[in-house]
């Protein structure tokens, strides 16, 4: 998969160039150092991997446009195609019941985020203010539980994912940084 080595720096594990969509990534960039490449692979790290920053900070076009403007200087910057294949890819390859239950929890968490960033206690009729507070009150801290165990179901979930991409007998490629 894509990782995020000591040095902050996205990398490629070496197999994964056996994988078409992340092949034509690789060989599209006739650079040496591979800059472009490794880019690319940079931003579908960080708009999907589950320990990505901008992926846990932002969300739809947002997101995007952050990962965009950090990496390419440029928020409007028009990728090519092949990159949306790579990206499905990436999807897929981290895909599993308990990840799709998570993303799923994470997206309800997001709209109910959006609720409480809309009301507004001056709708509420000023005799039903005191009630409306308490149950808000209730509210946010039930939130703030549900937060916790995605949170924690988020590690268990990565855990799972990355355990076997840290084999210690195959070998590096010239990109990729020793444990």
Same mark, same amino acid.
């Given at each position: ?10 990398? #490629? ?90 993303? *799923?929890?994470? *997206?309800?968490?997001?709209? #109910? ?10 709708? #509420? ?6 009630? *409306? ?16 165990? #995605? ?15 840290? *084999? ?12």
């Amino acid at each position: 998969m894509l990782i995020l080595n000591e040095n902050n720096t996205v990398t #490629i594990l070496h197999e994964m160039l056996l994988i078409p969509a992340y092949k034509k990534i690789w060989d599209s960039d006739k650079d040496v150092n591979k800059v472009t490449a490794l880019s690319y692979f940079s931003y579908i790290y960080f708009k999907h991997d589950l320990k990505s920053k901008y992926r846990n900070n932002y969300s739809g076009d947002e997101l995007e446009e952050k990962i965009k403007i950090d990496l390419f200087e440029n928020k409007k910057i028009k990728l090519p195609e092949y990159i949306k294949d790579a990206e499905a890819k990436y999807i897929e390859l981290q895909s599993s019941k308990a990840l799709k239950m998570l993303l *799923s929890a994470e *997206s309800a968490l997001e709209q #109910i985020t959006s609720y409480f960033d809309n009301f507004k206690i001056t709708d #509420i009729k000023i005799d039903d203010r005191a009630d *409306s507070i308490n149950k808000l009150m209730r509210n946010l801290k039930e939130v703030d539980d549900v937060t916790e165990k #995605i949170e924690a179901a988020k590690k268990r979930i990565e855990s799972e994912l990355f355990v076997n991409n840290q *084999s210690k007998k195959r070998k590096l490629g010239k990109f990729e940084i020793p444990d």
